[in-house]
């Protein structure tokens, strides 16, 4: 046995040879526990005992007994020193007043050969912490080895080794604050030399405070979530309210008492306070703050301003300014300030600020909540920021939509807050946002900010439907005195049946187009959108003053004008219709200027893409003598799916060219020409159509040459003036340049037009007419032919009728009548014929078919013609013939109508007549017709010699039916029973003029007659029944003369003044004229059956038929028939319709056996007498 224990030992010295050894005596102090570990199985940790020590026993580690000592034997074969650790552990335990031990010591000699790690764990009652001062030069926090070898370590638990913090030698940290459980420890290299004294530990007893908070305000602390634990509490006498995470602070003074010693490190500091404000001022009107209150802390100052709605608050910082930041944007002083705002719609609005910056003073429209964020230490002054509230300054307007017009009120910006309302309170709605007006009724509405222009823009629609041909609104203008200062965005939706287009007529001088995105010089800019199925395309944008003067687009859409706030609103007239039936998407028309222009235009949505399987068509007017150029700028062509794309040009009766977009366009042309593009089916994932082109056009200097030969027209010349504007227009004479060209009669002149258009130069003619005693014959006042290489047509004709001083010249027009142009008569003739005298005064403005059946005029006269074409029109205008002569200046000879009264005036109205002169009227009345005279409109003058004179007189009679002068009063209506005569006299005037104006109207007479022969055939249809035999022989004496027939007519009695001798003849006698008529011999045998009283042509009026004038002579008056008691009244030789003649009967009323007329059959004529058939004695001047 003791042999098999030596060889042990021995064996156990032989591997001992190999390895390092260490063998040494340890005692560990009291209350420490040292624990010994090897690397690895290799390098076991033994205890040597026993009698000499022969006992060994060795384990990985071994843990040592206080105050016990042991031998311990280390034998590795790796280095003692890179091969084992000892922890050395010490339990500090701490009441709330002491820790126990107090100094955290070392024991620096145990093992020293080895590495050592000292270990301290404390224990402190709950919410307790132990403050460890750090003896020596301090500590510095590292997440790195440290270089000397002595790493400090704090960990928190037990349970999370890996949360812990490292520590070198060497730092300011000297005082280390931990709470319960937590270890603290010390690792120090092999042969390290260890002070005795590490750490001094106390027991922290927190700290306390006394605050005072303003009324009002409200004071919470809160614990950040990753700091220390620690809790706050307030003491009130023997009551304390503590917490770990929040709490309150209410107005008035308050103790705190803090756990931990630092509570600026854990908690942060909320201060808020309310301040109510009115409508003019608010208490109180400053943000006050107490500088030191809390100043350890890192503080955030609240302030809540409410004010009342419509309220603007105003803020001032004193203490420098602020500078806007984003919210995400830190402030490096960690001064920053917020603040917030609620809008009229209910949201907040939130800005960010830190300090020194430029904005000092803000303008809030609502309620606000201003937050400063103060830094720990940092300094405030007593005074944040003052604030004041005034009343929100609105603006109110009232608005009358048009009818079918909506006004749409929309927010374009965020800032500032404002809303639209409507309608006066309390039944005002508001809103932030939008409005829409739609009633015609006027509106009220107000804006809750002064300037609302900033906030809204101003969409004003109006909706036109047209039908096939018309359109419920033509002229399209905007309404200018709606929102004149806001953005106004004017629109007009189109709309035409489905196959048919809308068309647009521009005014001169036309529209220009320009790319989408752009905008017009003078801010008026208008758009035309089209609504196809694929979705809306823009046909163009355009600007005043262009070429295109219409734009046709098909179906449905939508024009717009935009106009910016404070631009005065100028906007296009332009004409709304209906256009014809069209496939294309658009057609524009443009008229290029004259000279040398260069003018561009765009397809359809450019620079996006043409829409596909659609076409688009240009129409231009070249101007003559130019030529044009097309050239593409900028283009792109598609993936055709189907069809391909083509660029087509129309001529007038010339084939159409077909190009590609890649083909030479048309260069150096003329003429009129149609452009259209088309587009196929494209691939929309690829790029597609679009097109930019520009039309050049440059004058072709051809001259147009003409040569005027007069010698062939007696009296005839000529006159060019150029009336237009267009500076390239030449017009010359001989090779002289000119503006006006006078051709005399008789004369040849080479004439020379370079681009001059025809509706720049005037062309007029004239001809002179002489008419002496041998030579005054009458004339139908026709036009020369002028030579046909005048290109432009011809604009008036002028003759000028000079005659002798005994002479009349006499106007009758070709058709019968003419008609006097005056207000409520105007000519809408195709020819207008202007007389004037010599001098120049007017004689009148006359068309055809009126009531005037000739004019006489006792002077030199000149008489202009004007007709839309004298291709077409060369005459004959007037028939003149030169008569005897006359005392009056002007005659005119008047025949009114039945349907409708005559309007005439004096010569040259509403100018006055020319003084002094005599004009006068000769008005025939039909029989069984009265006239009606009512003068509308009589100026006089203030006579400077001699006197005005209105005479009225019958024809038949000296007696004056009316007679006034300047300074009197007269009638201004008068029923005429016969013809009559007008005679007005001019004196000469000193201030003012003479003129008239009066109608002429004709009435049927009342037929007495009529009434007499009904009285008459009730009695005797009366004596008819009570006496058969009396009617039977009254029968038989009526059959008698059943063939025959009788018209009575009641004896006319129209004479003129001075018609004192006439010689009778057979028909002027009275040998067949009745004395009476028994009326049994006439209507006896109609006594048996019913009698109807015939009371002559219905009131409708009398049948008209034409008769040619039967005055023979042209030279003089002709006279009337003298009265006379035959079947024929007498009446005035002037033409009259032949129905209306005594001499007239319409053959159907022998038909029936009252002669009442009959549906049907011609009008015929039979002659009662042959008196029509002898001339009539002449009309001396003496009678007038």
Request: some cysteine; overall charge negative.
């Amino acid at each position: 046995m003791r042999l098999c224990a030596t060889c042990a030992l021995l064996l156990l010295w032989a591997a001992l040879d190999s390895s390092e050894i260490l063998q040494t005596a340890v005692r560990p102090d009291k209350d420490r526990t040292v624990t010994v570990s090897g690397s690895s199985d290799q390098c076991p940790v033994c205890t040597v005992g026993g009698v000499n020590d022969t006992q060994t026993s060795c384990q990985p580690s071994l843990s040592l007994v206080p105050e016990q000592e042991v031998k311990l034997l280390l034998n590795c074969s790796q280095p003692i020193g890179q091969s084992y650790t000892v922890t050395i552990t010490s339990m500090i335990e701490c009441t709330k007043d002491a820790c126990s031990p107090s100094v955290l010591q070392s024991q620096p000699s145990i093992l020293t050969e080895l590495s050592r790690t000292f270990t301290f764990e404390l224990k402190a009652p709950e919410k307790t912490v132990v403050g460890l001062d750090v003896t020596g030069d301090g500590l510095t926090e590292t997440s790195q080895q440290c270089p000397d070898g002595f790493q400090y370590s704090v960990v928190a638990s037990k349970t999370d080794a890996q949360s812990s913090t490292q520590y070198c030698r060497g730092g300011s940290v000297t005082r280390l604050d931990l709470p319960s459980e937590t270890a603290v420890s010390l690792r120090v290299p092999p042969n390290a030399q260890v002070v005795p004294m590490l750490f001094q530990a106390t027991p922290q007893k927190g700290r306390t405070m006394v605050v005072t908070v303003d009324p009002g305000t409200m004071v919470v602390l809160s614990r950040d979530a990753a700091s220390p634990e620690c809790e706050v509490c307030t003491v009130d006498g023997s009551t304390r309210s503590c917490s770990a995470e929040e709490k309150s602070l209410a107005n008035g003074e308050s103790s705190l008492e803090f756990s931990c010693l630092k509570p600026e490190d854990t908690f942060s500091v909320k201060m808020e306070k309310k301040i109510a404000c009115t409508q003019s001022s608010c208490s109180p009107a400053a943000a006050q703050v107490d500088p030191e209150l809390f100043k350890d802390f890192r503080r955030s100052l609240t302030w809540d301003i409410s004010v009342p709605e419509r309220t603007v608050l105003t803020l001032d910082f004193p203490s420098g300014g602020l500078k806007d930041v984003s919210a995400a944007e830190d402030c490096q002083d960690g001064y920053r300030y917020s603040v917030s705002t609620t809008k009229g719609d209910g949201t907040i609005k939130a800005n960010s600020y830190c300090r020194g910056g430029a904005v000092s003073h803000l303008n809030l429209p609502g309620p606000a909540t201003v937050t400063a964020e103060v830094p720990k230490g940092g300094d405030l002054d007593p005074t944040a920021f003052n604030f004041k509230a005034a009343p929100r300054g609105a603006r109110m307007m009232s608005v009358t939509p048009d009818p079918d017009t909506i006004i749409t009120i929309s927010r374009v910006g965020e800032d500032p807050d404002c809303s639209v309302c409507v309608d006066p309170p309390p039944n005002q709605k508001c809103n932030p946002r939008y409005l829409q007006l739609t009633d015609t009724r006027n509106t009220s509405v107000e804006f809750t900010c002064p300037r609302p222009q900033d906030v809204f823009s101003v969409e004003i629609n109006r909706e036109i439907d047209c039908t096939e041909t018309s359109c419920s609104g033509n002229i399209v203008q905007p309404e200018s005195s709606l929102f004149p200062d806001f953005n106004r965005t004017f629109t007009w939706d189109l709309k035409v049946v489905s196959t048919r287009a809308f068309q647009l007529d521009f005014p001169e001088p036309g529209m220009r187009q320009i790319p989408n995105e752009e905008t017009c010089p003078d801010e008026h800019t208008y758009s035309l959108v089209i609504y196809l199925r694929s979705g809306p395309a823009t046909i163009g944008t355009f600007c005043k003053g262009g070429t295109v003067s219409t734009i046709m687009a098909r179906y449905k859409g939508r024009v717009v004008l935009r106009v910016p706030g404070d631009a005065k609103l100028d906007p296009v007239d332009f004409k709304l219709s209906v256009g014809p039936e069209t496939n294309m998407l658009a057609i524009l028309k443009a008229n290029l200027p004259r000279g040398v222009s260069d003018t561009d235009f765009l397809t359809a949505n450019y620079p996006r893409d043409f829409p596909d399987m659609q076409q688009m068509q240009w129409n231009f007017t070249v101007p003559g003598m130019h030529n044009y150029t097309v050239s593409f700028r900028d283009h792109a062509a598609p993936e055709c799916l189907s069809n391909e794309v083509t660029v087509e040009y129309q001529k007038p009766n010339k084939k159409v060219s077909k190009l590609t977009l890649t083909d030479p366009q048309p260069e150096h042309q003329q003429g009129n020409f149609n452009m259209v593009l088309k587009n196929c089916e494209t691939n929309t994932t690829l790029e597609g159509l679009r097109l930019s082109y520009r039309v050049s056009v440059m004058r072709s200097g051809h001259p147009v040459l003409c040569t005027v030969d007069l010698t062939k027209h007696k009296g005839v010349s000529v006159q060019l003036e150029k009336v237009g504007s267009d500076p390239y227009c030449e017009m010359s004479v001989d090779s002289k340049v000119t503006r006006k060209i006078f051709v005399a009669a008789g004369t040849t002149a080479r004439l020379s037009f370079l681009d001059c258009p025809n509706e720049d130069v005037r062309l007029t003619a004239s001809k002179v007419i002489e008419c002496q005693d041998a030579s005054c014959t009458a004339t139908k006042l026709t036009i020369p032919k002028l030579d046909s290489c005048l290109p432009m047509p011809l604009h008036s004709f002028t003759w000028r009728l000079n005659i002798p001083n005994d002479r009349t010249l006499d106007l009758v027009s070709p058709t019968g009548s003419l008609k006097q142009s005056l207000p409520g008569q105007k000519c809408n003739h195709s020819v207008l014929l202007h007389v004037a005298e010599s001098d120049g005064s007017s004689v009148g403005d006359f068309c055809y078919n009126g009531d005037i059946q000739k004019v006489q005029v006792h002077t030199n006269i000149s008489v202009t013609v004007a007709v839309k074409d004298f291709n077409r029109t060369r005459g004959p205008f007037l028939s003149v013939n030169a008569s005897q002569e006359i005392r009056e200046t002007i005659i005119y000879r008047v025949a009114p109508k039945v349907a409708s009264p005559a309007l005439l005036a004096t010569p040259g109205w509403p100018r006055g007549m020319k003084p002094p002169t005599t004009v006068s009227w000769i008005v025939t009345v039909p029989s069984q017709y009265q006239a009606h005279l009512h003068f509308v409109n009589v100026s006089q003058p203030k006579c400077k010699k001699r006197h005005t004179a209105i005479t009225v007189k019958t024809l038949d009679s000296e007696e004056e039916m009316m007679s006034r002068r300047e300074d009197e009063e007269a009638e201004d209506k008068l029923v005429v029973p016969r013809s009559f005569y007008v005679n007005m006299s001019n004196c000469i005037p000193e201030d003012g003029q003479f003129s008239a104006l009066f109608k002429v109207g004709l009435e049927k007479k009342t037929n007495l007659l009529a009434i007499v022969l009904g009285i008459t055939g009730a009695v005797v249809l009366a004596l008819a029944v009570l006496g058969i035999v009396c009617c039977v022989t009254r029968k038989k004496k009526t059959q008698k003369m059943n063939t025959e027939s009788s018209i009575y007519i009641s004896k006319g009695n129209i004479f003129r003044p001075g018609d004192r001798h006439f010689s009778k003849t057979r028909s002027d006698n009275e040998s067949h004229v009745y004395d009476s008529i028994d009326d049994t011999m006439v209507y006896g045998h109609l006594l048996g059956d019913s009698y109807n009283t015939f009371t002559g042509p219905p009131d409708g009026g009398l049948p008209v038929v034409k008769e040619p004038d039967p005055e023979p002579e042209m030279d003089q008056y002709n006279t009337f028939l003298k009265p006379s008691e035959t079947f024929i009244p007498s009446r005035p030789r002037t033409p009259i319709d032949r129905q209306d003649s005594l001499g007239f009967q319409d053959r159907r009323m022998v038909d029936n056996e009252l002669y009442t007329f009959k549906s049907t059959g011609d009008i015929n004529t039979i002659r009662l007498s042959g008196v029509d058939l002898e001339p009539e004695p002449p009309i001396m001047e003496e009678s007038l």
